[in-house]
Each structure stands twice: as structure tokens, then as C-alpha cells.
């Protein structure tokens, strides 16, 4: 399996831009979970998804971020409209399932955003 | 609310040594507890998971330890070597969810 994909590795706007984050979790895994990730707050759960289902999306900074999981094998954290601190890494990960006390996440290589 | 801390925030070591890196956690209601690598500029791998009826588990030179009642875990690296170096952070499974916690990780160099 080619592990959990995102797209794209690095990404580069201006303030105000809409900004697209992909994930494509390994296949047959039931759960997706989008991470954020910087110096001065670590790492830090946005939102999470069961079978499609947004669980808890209590991590979800403002209305002005918002994820969507259209189908078992994508999802897309999206930011509209862009500001100079969601300058971060975001992770996509995925596991069997959540819950589950053997259930490992696995990340992928994540997303650079940098807002200018 | 959980919350996990790690020390030292940083380590440096010679080649060959043994070390422990620390993690403590406040509430010892956890599902399990899982400790990640994080090489510069990639994403977490994940090195060891002990569930919460476990004591320690085992992978190569790496064993980590889990006390629940005093909230504590530690990742115990035999033989230290260059190639270890990274940042390790360990997270926590609370509940039947699929959250984790996070601490700030211990960011590791082995030098030659």
C-alpha cells in the first residue's frame, strides 16, 4: 500500500486566498483524522471521521475552516478565507478504525501551508 | 482535561549509549498510549503502541513502559545510534474515541 496520501507537499498564498488540503487515507480504512501542526501548539486534532461521518469536529479552529470526506477513499480540509497564522503542517491520518485500543494512526507526509 | 507532557524537550547523546525519554500524562483513564517518530520535514511513523492492560511492549532496541496509576510512560532506546535521530513524541488514547493527545515531543540527536 502507498500509505496515506496528501496533496499538495507544500503550498504557498496569499491572505484571503482559498486554500484546498487532500487526503487519500490507505485503503480499507475506516477513519481519517486531519491534524495541525506548529511550533508554539504541537500537535493538535482539527476533526475526525467515522465511515464518512464527521465525529468531532471540536478542534475545528473557526467557520472558516471546514472538512468534508465525500467518499471512503478522499477527503479535503479547506480554509476560506486564508490568514498569515494557519501557517502550518497539516497531517492527514487514517486507521482501522477509531476507538479501537490496538488501532495505530498512520500519517501521511503532510502539507507545508505558509500564508503570506 | 488530558493533558501530556514530555521531558526533556531535547537530548544529546554520544553514539552507543542507552536513554530514556519521559512521558507523563494527567488522567490515567487512557485506551492506550502510543509512541511516534518524526524525522524532519516528514510525517509521524509509529513505533510502539502498549495498550492500557499493558506494561511494556517491544520492538528491536526499543521497549516502552506504560503505569497508568502514576501516569507516567517511558521509551527506553538500547545502543543509541545516529539514525535515531528525530523527534519522539507520545500521544494518548483517551476514551473509546479516536482522539489523541499529544505531548511536545523530545527531539533526540545522536551524534558519531
Known amino acids: 500500500d502507498a500509505g496515506v496520501i496528501q496533496s499538495p507537499r507544500h503550498e504557498v498564498t496569499e491572505m484571503g486566498q482559498e486554500v484546498t488540503l487532500r487526503c487519500k487515507p490507505i485503503s480499507g480504512h475506516n477513519s481519517l483524522f486531519w491534524y495541525r501542526q506548529t511550533m508554539m501548539r504541537g500537535l493538535e486534532l482539527l476533526i475526525y471521521?467515522?465511515?464518512?461521518?464527521?465525529?468531532?469536529d471540536s478542534g475545528m479552529p473557526e467557520d472558516r475552516f471546514s472538512a468534508k470526506m465525500p467518499n471512503a477513499s478522499f477527503s479535503t480540509l479547506k480554509i476560506q478565507p486564508s490568514e498569515p497564522r494557519d501557517s502550518a503542517v497539516y497531517f492527514c491520518?487514517?486507521?482501522?478504525?477509531?476507538?479501537?485500543?490496538?488501532?495505530?494512526?498512520?500519517f501521511g507526509p503532510g502539507t507545508r501551508l505558509t500564508v503570506l | 482535561k488530558q493533558e501530556v507532557t514530555q521531558i526533556p524537550a531535547a537530548l544529546s547523546v554520544p553514539e552507543g549509549e542507552n536513554l530514556v525519554l519521559n512521558c507523563s500524562f494527567t488522567?490515567?483513564?487512557?485506551?492506550?498510549l502510543q509512541w511516534f517518530r518524526q524525522d524532519p520535514g516528514k510525517g509521524l511513523t509509529s513505533l510502539l503502541l502498549i495498550q492500557s492492560s499493558q506494561r511494556e511492549q517491544t520492538s528491536g532496541r526499543l521497549n516502552a513502559s506504560l503505569d497508568k496509576s502514576s501516569g507516567r510512560s517511558t521509551l527506553y532506546i538500547a545502543a543509541s545510534q545516529p539514525g535515531d535521530s528525530a523527534t519522539y513524541l507520545c500521544?494518548?488514547?483517551?476514551?473509546?474515541?479516536?482522539?489523541?493527545?499529544f505531548g511536545q515531543g523530545t527531539t533526540l540527536q545522536v551524534k558519531p
Open positions: 500521544a494518548v488514547h483517551s476514551g473509546n474515541t479516536g482522539k489523541l493527545i
Open positions: 471521521f467515522n465511515n464518512n461521518v464527521p465525529i468531532d
Open positions: 491520518a487514517s486507521s482501522f478504525r477509531a476507538g479501537g485500543p490496538r488501532d495505530t494512526q498512520y
Open positions: 488522567d490515567s483513564a487512557i485506551y492506550n
